[in-house]
């Protein structure tokens, strides 16, 4: 089975920080393109960050030098530090993978809550 539970949702302040992480089971992680996305109310899902195998990364420019996407090939997760962060950041936030060559290699989460309120 294919499994990607998010978990560190939460409510947070414009400014505060938090740290989603991404626990993946049923597939080959360290050969696994990590990322996660994000849908807020009314809009379109949009990439977030992404991180290679070879752990290059890549960011949406809204997220630029706040946000962070790491791996922990050895625990399976996938993490993303956000900082800094702003009420347009609200969203749900999704971990996805896929396998570059590997069309139907295509896995989502449930999904984490973000909130950025004050």
């Known amino acids: 089975q294919v499994q990607l539970v998010e978990s560190g949702g939460g409510l947070v302040q414009p400014g505060g920080s938090l740290r989603l992480s991404c626990a993946a089971s049923?597939?080959?992680?360290?050969?696994?393109?990590m990322a996660w996305y994000r849908q807020a109310p009314g809009k379109q899902r949009e990439l977030v960050a992404s991180?290679?195998?070879?752990?290059?990364?890549n960011y949406a420019d809204s997220v630029k030098g706040r946000f962070t996407i790491s791996r922990n090939n050895a625990e399976n997760r996938v993490y993303l530090q956000m900082n800094s962060l702003k009420p347009e950041d609200t969203a749900v936030y999704y971990c996805?993978?896929?396998?570059?060559?590997?069309?139907?290699?295509?896995?989502w989460g449930q999904g984490t809550q973000v909130t950025v309120s004050s």
């Open positions: 991180i290679t195998s070879g752990d290059s990364t």
């Open positions: 996805h993978a896929k396998r570059e060559g590997f069309p139907r290699f295509d896995y």
């Open positions: 049923g597939i080959p992680f360290s050969v696994s393109v």
